[in-house]
């Protein structure tokens, strides 16, 4: 696995389906994974991606394969840091993975074409601190992170990777007293990675969508899964390291911050020049990803701030890896 270090000496792991010989003007997709399945998701776009005109690099965070650990202070500061730490903390991921981006313009990719940023999942959570730093970052890299990211797409994001109040009522297998704890981990790599039926979701009505009506017709994307690739896209342990933590109520408040300084402030907004902001989900997928979107739908609205929203049919969690062709012709629309 190729990787990038930092000049504050982290480095970061990540997979590259590699330039495009026959043009120097192609458009580079760059992916932020979410919790506990890494870049391997990302995998099956490699073999498509330039019969599709596209590069695809997917990094790996840092606790992941080929990415640097966090020292024992860092991950005290997770676990029982104040709440000042916690948000330099989250500040700090955005930041690394700004200058990680910056690194890739400017050593790795061509000076035309540009690029898509995407957050799948969890990654939201990563994405937002690194859309609000951006006028804290060197003037050169700015420049270059303004003239060179087209699109910044949120990509099957859970209402947790915004700090976004979810519904009284509704439930996540950690949330479920049903699951007893040994069967937690299958269940939630089941739920997650399900196809659902939910009810009319024209109407945004939170009650029309489902915890555990999965579709009987077709299998959960873990499921179907042979070992060797169920292994080659999973970690378990940055989950008990800080994943858990980072996306539970210790970091509500700073991540809220990040999301409104992200999303709804207009200075920020411009220094991103040109670039789109886009929602993208499945009807199929876990409640938590539509309720998200809708969610910040109504907050576009009240903000007037521009963000396009894309519903695909029919598609669950894992549409990179379910059908990788098509979810590049849909992200391709979002460049």
């Known amino acids: 696995m190729p990787s ?22 192609y458009k580079t997709l760059v992916f932020i994974h979410g919790h506990t399945f890494h870049n391997g998701v990302f995998q099956r776009l ?52 700004a200058m990680f981006l910056d690194g890739l313009i400017t050593d790795h990719l061509p000076q035309t074409g540009g690029v898509a940023l995407v957050g799948w999942g969890m990654g939201n959570l990563f994405l937002m601190p690194l859309v609000a730093c951006i006028s804290t970052l060197p003037e050169a890299t700015r420049k270059r992170l303004s003239s060179f990211v087209r699109s910044i797409i949120m990509m099957h994001a859970p209402s947790f990777a915004f700090a976004l109040p979810t519904p009284s009522g509704k439930l996540i297998p950690p949330t479920d007293p049903k699951i007893p704890p040994e069967a937690l981990g299958p269940a939630l790599a089941k739920w997650v990675s399900g196809y659902f039926i939910h009810g009319d979701l024209s109407s945004h009505n939170v009650d029309n969508l489902t915890y555990h009506n999965y579709d009987p017709a077709k299998p959960s994307t873990v499921e179907t899964l042979k070992p060797e690739e169920f292994l080659g896209m999973m970690d378990l342990a940055p989950g008990g390291k800080y994943d858990n ?91």
Do not use: M
Request: charged share 25%.
């Open 4 to 25: 990038l270090t930092l000049q504050n000496g982290v480095v970061f792991g990540y997979t590259d389906s590699g330039a495009l010989t026959e043009s120097t003007s």
């Open 46 to 97: 490699n073999p498509v991606a330039k019969s599709n005109g596209l590069r695809v690099i997917a990094v790996n965070r840092r606790e992941y394969p080929g990415s640097s650990s966090f020292s024992d202070e860092e991950l005290a500061k997770f676990a029982t840091g104040t709440d000042a730490e916690r948000a330099t903390l989250l500040e700090q991921q955005g930041r690394d993975l």
């Open 245 to 335: 933590i980072i996306g539970g109520p210790p970091f509500t408040a700073p991540l809220s911050k990040q999301t409104k300084k992200a999303l709804f402030t207009k200075t920020v907004r411009d220094s991103w020049g040109s670039a789109h902001f886009w929602v993208v989900y499945g009807d199929a997928e876990p409640w938590n990803a539509i309720q998200a979107a809708w969610s910040l739908e109504d907050l576009a609205k009240e903000s007037a701030c521009e963000i396009n929203f894309k519903v695909i049919k029919g598609i669950n969690h894992f549409f990179v890896w379910e059908n990788p062709e098509k979810a590049l012709t849909e992200l391709k629309e979002c460049i």
